[in-house]
């Protein structure tokens, strides 16, 4: 049984880049969550995609954009990238498009220079 | 304003002490969620725990045991005669409903060092 994967599994850009990044949920999940984790901080809840609808977003700028294909798999796009936006996010894959039972991937590590 | 609130930065005890996690969350909302999970050195969070705001039963699980008092919004967790592979980062989280929409907030998170 395939958890959630990410890629890539790390990347480093350059501020005012543009960057995408991965996310296949777990067999059977329709919902994808993306978090924020700057180093030492909990997780900051993005936006989450279901039915391949924007359902919820956090607190974030619309430079942070993304999308949910047919099959369940998502992409995060941050444009503009600036040096905050280095961090650690985390994928997570529910279903039902609820945070109940929420299985979360390793991450992408970004560092912008 | 909803908030989860880790007061502990970091504990250090030896194998076999018992430790607790303490999470003091706050909240205007009656139906809300809280969740514990673990986060190892590889980055990956772990599901450990959820309990709803209407279901204030405490719960032991092997070693883990979770203690939820609405009266002093603490949601705290126990660790029994804790063990080297319990050494990581452990966040309480709430979920809370805003606007229509439920929002997912974290705590900053305790960093567990089990010593052998």
């Known amino acids: 049984d395939a958890g959630v994967t990410q890629s890539p599994t790390h990347l480093i850009k350059t501020r005012g880049q543009q960057v995408t990044l991965r996310c296949s949920p777990k067999?059977?999940?329709?919902?994808v969550s993306w978090y924020q984790q700057a180093l030492g901080q909990g997780p900051q809840f993005i936006f989450q995609y279901y039915e391949e609808e924007e359902r919820q977003r956090g607190n974030f700028p619309d430079r942070f954009s993304g999308h949910q294909f047919p099959n369940y798999s998502s992409e995060l796009n941050v444009n503009a990238l600036l040096l905050g936006d280095s961090a650690l996010y985390l994928c997570?894959?529910?279903?039902?498009?609820?945070?109940?039972?929420?299985?979360f991937g390793p991450g992408t590590r970004l560092t912008v220079t | 304003a909803q908030k989860v609130t880790q007061a502990q930065t970091e504990i250090s005890v030896v194998e076999k002490e018992d430790v607790t996690l303490d999470c003091v969350y706050e909240t205007r909302d009656t139906t809300y969620y809280l969740f514990w999970y673990k986060q190892p050195p590889s980055g990956e969070l772990v599901f450990l725990i959820r309990r709803n705001s209407f279901d204030e039963q405490n719960e032991i699980s092997g070693r883990y045991s979770w203690n939820f008092q609405k009266s002093t919004s603490s949601f705290n967790f126990t660790i029994t005669a804790s063990q080297v592979v319990d050494s990581a980062v452990y966040f309480c989280a709430l979920i809370y409903l805003s606007g229509g929409s439920y929002i997912p907030t974290f705590g900053r998170g305790t960093s567990l060092i089990v010593h052998p």
């Open positions: 067999s059977g999940h329709d919902t």
């Open positions: 997570a894959s529910s279903l039902g498009g609820d945070f109940y039972e929420q299985y």
